[in-house]
């Protein structure tokens, strides 16, 4: 494969043309330390075989911190840490870079303490966030580049094979390169010559600082995807200009707005950015990373056989599995854990000041202290419930040695994942669900499907430890018309139940309701969702919501707050809205209320197996939440029997 093969940046020979690009993690110290924590999620990507590990945004000064937690690299007495980090990853034979980082206008005011700045004013500056950005003088100006240039002189004692320049996501050198943000009148502003020019001084400084021969890897905006943004064919321009200052290779993404982010969703067609990629590197004789929703080395050999790109870029893809590059040389692919591209764990956890975890791969962030090891004791295992907290409890299980025995009431695996991929856009999710049963069969797990479990099966199977994962399911209303024929839960709609005529009306207006109303619009229905509170997807990250709520609009689906139901009709359902009665009509009527935990089992295992000590719940049959917390539980308690 050609995803194996090595290339060179400048002159730094890379062993394959995997890269993980830089992430923002929350695994650093407050005071810009690198942290245990960080180097044993860096070394585990690393020991899984990717090529070129970008450590994730490290900031060329305190002022410039995006994030609290964020690491620093603006004094030498980073470098101690810093080495280490760079020695960690070296060791397997990866190429250790280091992005470096300002994020000029964005600063968290929280993070630095200090007013943010960047290359004009900046009005749009959210209200609360401290005092708003000011506009960057000359002087200091220079002063950044000579920051710049500092940072990767640190970078460089430190180990770091190379450093990346970040041009991209809206922060400081992007704010100078895009419209949106620059417009100065000096020679910093105005056209695309003179906005190129704080990053071409940024890369001449790290070549004067760090050695001419030392590469610099600049990470750019190809489209911002707004009116009066940058577009591509700026960026074929700002790529020639950047070669020609010096950058040794062009990683390829785009500026945050309303219409796009740099960590596309699930919703976005996989490779979504690889044509702005292409389009890049027509006009430079530099190696070119592409990035975006790579979802599976295939995808990326395919890529590289069509020459868009030279390089490719899978950051979430080896948050979810650091051993993907080892797995795909060998062959392995239905053992990769796939990424659902959910964000849950990742950037929706960092956004609100968290450290990273993963839906698919709880152990992230903990790879040191919940490594995978022999049970010291083996048991016999009963697990009951096969979605995915039961799923991921037993394989975690099995492979510590215990014997497993797993129990689910339907007839098939995947409990509520079965349903969650069926409205539109989320179809990747049943890779999950696939497997996590193709690992539950390679083990040998003893599966029992259709069994309800109840005393007899519990004699028969004589387990040591019973683990509940008996999940949740759908609030049924104690409202008038709630048991009408014309009434449905959501899972019914979604597990292919026909609905009645051509208007439905979704009540609750979660994710579950909403995109239950993308399923039904999207087979022709008109759709009215309504919700009882004063806003909706309340459950949902701002950005996914963002994005759902937009394409809820384009299929024109109602959306209804502060409806609170009274009654079901044949015609409809009454509401009542601030007091006053409202109508809305439809011949179908979905319910999604929220859900309630199936603990039926749990209250009757005193009766069924007194003797039992060892009984241990999990996932939503503690309470409804997500599937980051179930396969979470699942994965830890696993661990600990």
Known sequence: MKLFEPIKIGRLKIKNRIVMPAMFSGFGSEDGQVTERMIKYYEERAKGGAGLIIVEDTTIERRGRGFPLQPLIDNDRFIPGLSKLARAIQKYGARAAIQLHHAGVKASAKASQIQPVGPSEYSAYPVGMGPPPRALTVEEIHDLVLAFGDAARRAKDAGFDAVEIHGTHSYIVDQFMSPRFNHRTDVYGGNIENRARFACEIIECVKQKAGKIFPVIFRMTADDYVVGGTTLEDARVYARILSKSGADCLHVSVGISDKMVSTPPMSFPRGCFVPLAQGVKEVVNVPVIAVGRIDDPIFGEQILAEEKADLIAMGRSLIADPFLPLKAEKG??????????????????????????????????????????????????????????????????????????????????????????????????????????????????????????????????????????????????????????????????????????????????????????????????????????????????????????????????????????????????????????????????????????????????????????????????????????????????????
């Open 332 to 641: 392995e692919f239905e053992d990769i854990v796939p990424c659902i591209y959910c964000n849950q764990g990742c950037i929706s956890r960092v956004t609100n000041g968290l450290p990273m975890t993963c839906l698919v791969n709880p152990i992230v962030g903990k790879e040191l202290e919940l490594q995978m090891k022999p049970a010291t004791s083996l048991k016999k295992v009963l697990i009951v419930g096969g979605g995915p907290a039961g799923l991921r409890a037993a394989i975690d299980a099995r492979e510590r040695g215990h014997d497993v025995v797993l129990a689910e009431k339907e007839r098939r695996l995947g409990g509520q994942l079965n349903y969650a991929w069926k409205p539109p856009g989320k179809e990747i999710i049943g890779k999950l669900i696939n497997y996590l049963c193709k690992q539950a069969e390679k083990l040998k797990i003893s599966i029992h499907l259709g069994k309800e479990v109840n005393k007899e099966f519990i004699q028969e199977i004589e387990p040591d430890i019973i683990i509940l994962a008996t999940g949740a399911k759908l609030i049924v209303p104690e409202i008038p018309g709630a048991a009408g024929k014309n009434v449905f839960l959501a899972t019914e709609i979604l597990g292919g139940k026909e609905p009645l005529g051509k208007k439905t009306i979704v009540i609750g207006g979660g994710q579950t309701g909403l995109e239950t109303g993308d399923f039904l619009a999207e087979s022709g229905q008109e759709v009215t969702v309504l919700e009882m509170l004063s806003d909706v997807a309340r459950d949902m990250s701002p950005r996914d919501k963002m994005f759902l709520m937009k394409k809820l609009s384009e299929k024109n689906i109602g959306v209804f707050e502060n409806r609170k139901v009274k009654e079901i009709t044949n015609e409809g359902v009454i509401v009542d809205h601030f007091g006053k009665q409202e109508e809305f009509i439809g011949e179908t009527v979905v319910l999604a209320m929220g859900l309630k935990s199936e603990r039926n089992l749990l209250e009757k295992l005193k009766e069924i197996a007194p003797s039992l000590e060892d009984v241990y719940v999990i996932g939503d049959c503690i309470e409804p939440r997500t599937a980051l917390e179930a396969i979470c539980e699942g994965a830890l308690i696993a661990r600990v029997i």
